[in-house]
């Protein structure tokens, strides 16, 4: 069975700084989906980025980027020019070709320090 | 752009009592997946919906059911709620199998 772990239960970061949230993930498939979602205090889940196994090129969205490493199954979340909104518990999460099922690593919570 | 709806937001239901959730998902996606989050955990997968038919099904206890109707809209129905059930209920919603685009969640409380 696919696990995802996130093994920063914590991170702080001041604001304006970079910080990065990492993610390994368990699978036997060549071909996937991983996810960043952020969770702020409303509870709302909320897509920050996407990844396509098949794809060798980072994706970014705005000050959002992550570092994919296939062959280590490793998926780092690196938001740069921290602000104090970015602050939310954030979740890394694995689809499986064809699966319906999103598989969720345990959380990290981020605090912005002004 | 328009986002998965889910009501009611907040729900307080006593013990052994029964309680239903809807959710309508984006307009033209037709998958919808339902997920349970509880205090301080990870959503955990429950059900999921493709084109009005059951497509996968996690660990939803016998005592919930739910389905996908012709409009897409699907109902989350709880019966004999236990004390355990308090969670943030999310629908989801994508086009086929890809990205899920979550709801605002439903809170439901159970005493």
């Known amino acids: 069975a696919q696990t995802v772990t996130q093994s920063q239960p914590e991170m702080s970061v001041q604001e304006a700084e970079t910080v990065t949230l990492s993610c390994t993930y368990d699978?036997?498939?060549?071909?996937?989906?991983l996810f960043w979602y952020k969770q702020p205090p409303s509870r709302q889940m909320i897509l920050v980025i996407r990844?396509?196994?098949?794809?060798?090129q980072n994706a970014t969205e705005n000050r959002f980027s992550v570092n994919f490493q296939k062959a280590a199954k490793s998926f780092s979340l690196k938001i740069s020019d921290s602000q104090l909104g970015d602050a939310a518990m954030y979740f890394c999460?694995?689809?499986?070709?064809?699966?319906?099922?999103?598989?969720f690593g345990q959380g990290t919570r981020l605090t912005i320090n002004p | 752009a328009a986002g998965v709806i889910q009501s009611p937001r907040h729900l307080i239901k006593e013990k052994r009592e029964t309680a239903t959730l809807k959710c309508y998902p984006i307009?033209?996606?037709?998958?919808v997946y339902w997920y349970q989050q509880g205090p301080g955990q990870d959503p955990q997968f429950l059900i999921s919906?493709?084109?009005?038919?059951?497509?996968d099904k996690g660990s939803i206890p016998d005592r919930f059911s739910a389905q996908q109707f012709s409009d897409y809209h699907s109902e989350l129905n709880m019966s004999s709620l236990e004390l355990g059930d308090s969670a943030l209920y999310f629908c989801?919603?994508?086009?086929?199998?890809?990205?899920?685009?979550f709801g605002p969640g439903t809170r439901l409380t159970v005493l």
């Open positions: 699978t036997s498939e060549s071909d996937y989906y």
């Open positions: 307009p033209r996606h037709d998958t």
């Open positions: 919906f493709y084109e009005k038919m059951q497509s």
């Open positions: 990844q396509e196994a098949y794809k060798q």
């Open positions: 989801a919603s994508s086009l086929r199998s890809d990205t899920q685009y």
């Open positions: 999460a694995y689809l499986a070709p064809g699966a319906q099922k999103l598989v």
